[in-house]
């Protein structure tokens, strides 16, 4: 059965950058978010096994999704894609629970393994 992702950035090109990589590797994208509210309420009806997210966002950012999503799944696994010049956001992020960061632009390969390694730790409940 095939890991079934979120993907949240205000860009759509990185979105089908991000889905491109990783369904051909075998995760299915089930949803995509253009801001950090949107982001929550989509893994709200959705439950993915894991997140893209990126931090700098219109409207709300990627730190109030990453607040929404863990505090309603504490095991969600969230990996922040993001600009390396926001160096203090994405430390914040991985402060609060964020699983890892991989900063924009990213190599395929090292996305792909990020994500795939979100798979291999213990989770609560599935």
Do not use: C, H
């Amino acid at each position: 059965m095939a890991k079934r992702l979120l993907i949240a950035d205000d860009s759509a090109l990185i979105r089908r950058m991000i889905a491109e990589v990783l369904t051909q590797s075998g995760w299915q994208v089930v949803g995509e978010a253009g801001n950090g509210a949107e982001a929550v309420e989509k893994y709200k009806q959705l439950r993915p096994d894991a997140v893209t997210l990126d931090i700098v966002m219109p409207e709300t950012d990627g730190l109030y999704a990453l607040d929404g999503i863990l505090a309603f799944d504490p095991n969600a696994r969230v990996v922040v894609v993001s600009a390396l010049n926001q160096t203090k956001l994405i430390t914040e992020a991985i402060r609060k629970g964020a699983y890892d960061f991989i900063a924009k632009p990213f190599l395929p390969e090292q996305l792909l393994d990020t994500v795939n390694a979100t798979q291999g730790a213990p989770v609560g409940a599935t």
